[in-house]
C-alpha cells in the first residue's frame, strides 16, 4: 500500500545551483585545493601504540562518540517516521566544523528499523533554505512519484512496505546527489527479517566522506569543495559523521558474545572494504542475502550506496581496531575500537 500527499505543488526535478567555494557543479573546474601543496612526508611516529591503530585511543578534550548501538524496533507493524531537513552546523574533528545538509539536525541522519511487512508512515518536512527530497533504497515504489524534490516550508507524505530484509542507505536524491550526500544527507534504515536473527550485540556504522574548502585564518565553519568531490579526494573518510571517533572512545562489547554490525556506505566516492583486526567474520549477509552468507571471512567490499550486516565474535579481552582496510581512507578517520571485556 503506498498513499501520497503533500501541501503544496512540488517540483518533480529542477536543476539546484549551489555555489560552494566559487564553483557550481556544471562550471568549469578548478584545481583542488591540495594538488598546488607539496606531497605530504610520510608519517615517522605511530599515531597509537597499538597495530593498526591509525588514531589515538581516547586523548583528552574530544568530544563524546555519536551513539553507534542499534536501535530497538518500535512496537507494532505500522512505523511512523517523520525527518526534518535543516541545515546545520556539525563537528566533524576536533577543532573542525562543517555547514551540514541535515536530516535530523546531525549527521548521519538517525538510525530507522522496521521488520518485513511493516508499514512505513514516512514524512519529510523540509526547514532548509533549498529543495531537498529523499531516496529509500529499502522501497520499492516509483521515484517520479515519491522522490520528488520538496520546496522549502514544504512536506511529503507517503507509506511503504519493505519487503527485502538488510541494512539499506536512505539519502537525498536531488540534483546533483554528489553534492547532498557529501554534505551530510544520508542513514541508514535496518528491515529485520520476519523471523528474528539471533540475540546479538549490534551496531551501525554509516562510512562516508567530506570535502572542505580551504582553512584560513578566520577559523570560520568549512563547506563543500565541489572540485575535491569531483576528483574523488576527501579530506576525511569516517563511520558516523566523525573522525576515528570511537578510537578515541572505544565501544565496549564482551568477550565471545555475538556482534552484529550494520554497515552502510553511504559514499559518495569511496568504497569500503571493512575490517575487525583480531577478528574473523563468522557470517557477512551481503544487501539482503539472507539463506547464504559469507562465512568464514576477513574483509569484505560494501559498495557505495550498499550495506552488509557483519557477525563476530571477540575472543581474548583487549582492544580490536575496526577500520576500512583501504588504509589512506582509515588514517583519514575510517577507524574505531572495540574494547572486549571492559565494562
Known amino acids: 500500500?503506498?498513499?501520497?500527499?503533500?501541501?503544496?505543488?512540488?517540483?518533480?526535478?529542477?536543476?539546484?545551483?549551489?555555489?560552494?567555494?566559487?564553483?557550481?557543479?556544471?562550471?568549469?573546474?578548478?584545481?583542488?585545493?591540495?594538488?598546488?601543496?607539496?606531497?605530504?612526508?610520510?608519517?615517522?611516529?605511530?599515531?597509537?601504540?597499538?597495530?593498526?591503530?591509525?588514531?589515538?585511543?581516547?586523548?583528552?578534550?574530544?568530544?563524546?562518540?555519536?551513539?553507534?548501538?542499534?536501535?530497538?524496533?518500535?512496537?507494532?507493524?505500522?512505523?511512523?517516521?517523520?525527518?526534518?531537513?535543516?541545515?546545520?552546523?556539525?563537528?566533524?574533528?576536533?577543532?573542525?566544523?562543517?555547514?551540514?545538509?541535515?536530516?535530523?539536525?546531525?549527521?548521519?541522519?538517525?538510525?530507522?528499523?522496521?521488520?518485513?511487512?511493516?508499514?512505513?508512515?514516512?514524512?519529510?518536512?523540509?526547514?532548509?533554505?533549498?529543495?531537498?527530497?529523499?531516496?529509500?533504497?529499502?522501497?520499492?515504489?516509483?521515484p517520479s512519484r515519491y522522490y520528488v524534490n520538496v520546496n522549502p516550508g514544504d512536506s511529503i507524505h507517503y507509506r511503504f512496505v519493505p519487503r527485502v530484509p538488510g541494512v539499506f542507505m536512505y539519502h537525498c536524491g536531488t540534483a546533483p546527489v554528489a553534492a547532498h550526500i557529501a554534505n551530510g544527507m544520508y542513514g541508514a534504515l535496518v528491515v529485520d527479517p520476519v523471523v528474528p536473527r539471533p540475540k546479538a550485540h549490534e551496531f551501525v556504522l554509516v562510512q562516508s566522506e567530506f570535502y572542505l574548502s580551504p582553512e584560513d585564518s578566520s577559523h570560520r565553519t568549512r563547506s563543500l569543495d565541489w572540485p575535491k568531490v569531483l576528483d574523488q579526494a576527501p579530506d576525511y573518510v569516517v563511520f558516523n559523521g566523525r573522525s576515528a571517533q570511537y578510537a578515541k572512545h572505544p565501544i565496549s562489547v564482551p568477550v565471545g558474545e555475538l556482534i552484529r554490525i550494520y554497515v552502510v556506505n553511504a559514499g559518495p566516492n569511496r568504497i569500503s572494504s571493512f575490517h575487525v583486526v583480531g577478528g574473523i567474520f563468522e557470517r557477512v549477509f551481503l544487501d539482503a542475502t539472507t539463506s547464504s552468507p559469507l562465512t568464514g571471512v576477513q574483509t569484505v567490499m560494501v559498495p557505495v550506496g550498499g550495506g552488509a550486516i557483519f557477525e563476530t565474535r571477540l575472543r581474548e579481552a583487549g582492544t580490536y581496531p575496526f577500520v576500512t582496510h583501504a588504509f589512506a581512507d582509515a588514517t583519514k578517520g575510517a577507524i574505531g575500537m572495540f574494547e572486549a571485556g571492559k565494562p
Open 1 to 142: 500500500m503506498v498513499h501520497r500527499s503533500r501541501r503544496r505543488s512540488l517540483t518533480v526535478v529542477i536543476p539546484v545551483l549551489v555555489a560552494m567555494s566559487g564553483c557550481q557543479p556544471g562550471a568549469p573546474r578548478k584545481p583542488p585545493a591540495q594538488a598546488e601543496r607539496p606531497p605530504a612526508a610520510a608519517p615517522g611516529a605511530a599515531a597509537a601504540d597499538i597495530s593498526h591503530g591509525e588514531a589515538a585511543v581516547g586523548p583528552a578534550g574530544v568530544p563524546a562518540p555519536i551513539a553507534a548501538e542499534a536501535p530497538p524496533s518500535a512496537p507494532g507493524h505500522l512505523k511512523h517516521l517523520r525527518l526534518e531537513i535543516s541545515h546545520a552546523p556539525i563537528t566533524i574533528d576536533q577543532g573542525v566544523t562543517y555547514d551540514a545538509w541535515t536530516f535530523g539536525g546531525g549527521v548521519p541522519g538517525p538510525a530507522l528499523r522496521a521488520t518485513v511487512g511493516d508499514t512505513v508512515d514516512f514524512t519529510l518536512v523540509n526547514k532548509a533554505p533549498m529543495p531537498h527530497s529523499m531516496d529509500f533504497h529499502a522501497a520499492e515504489i516509483a
